[in-house]
């Protein structure tokens, strides 16, 4: 048996990931699932991180490099992040694909929900507990459901 540098790479990534669901704050947790290979937006010298990622939250192994985090999100407990996803074609062949997550600044996910194929979940949004997400999400909306749906419009006021 061979073992190349993906194989050992993704040995890697699981250990990290195994780590990081060790009981530890929430706000601390990202550091270890950024070794694992997420990655977390860099930051404006003014700005300060804040990341909460909540117990139990699965980050793909596969190809944890394809997820993308912005500054300021909430991924709460139970939730789950796949960057890899089956289709099934017109002969009734399975076919496996792969495509990028990318959460955007001041994201709130609620508990449970499941994150699949590639999306884009805009600056702002919120999505409800136990939803799944299977398509972009725009900037300040809500959306809830299984598959998730539109809810309604977050209203920005400048103060």
Request: proline content about 4%; aromatic content about 12%.
């Amino acid at each position: 048996m061979k073992i190349g540098f993906k194989s050992v790479r993704q040995i890697i990534s699981y250990l990290w990931m195994m780590v990081a669901n060790l009981p530890m704050s929430g706000t601390f947790r990202w550091r270890f699932i950024k070794l694992a290979g997420v990655k977390f937006s860099t930051l404006a010298t003014s700005e300060k991180r804040f990341v909460f990622i909540g117990k139990d939250v699965v980050f793909d192994t596969a190809r944890p490099w394809l997820i993308e985090i912005g500054n300021n999100v909430h991924i709460t407990t139970g939730s789950l992040l796949l960057t890899h996803y089956m289709e099934i074609d017109s002969n009734g062949w399975i076919e496996w694909h792969s495509g990028s997550i990318k959460i955007e600044d001041n994201v709130f996910i609620g508990a449970k929900t499941i994150i699949t194929k590639p999306v884009t979940i805009g600056q702002g949004a919120v999505i409800g507990a136990g939803s799944v997400v299977t398509k972009d999400i725009p900037p300040y909306e809500i959306w809830a459901g299984v598959p998730a749906r539109f809810i309604k419009k977050i209203n920005i006021q400048e103060a």
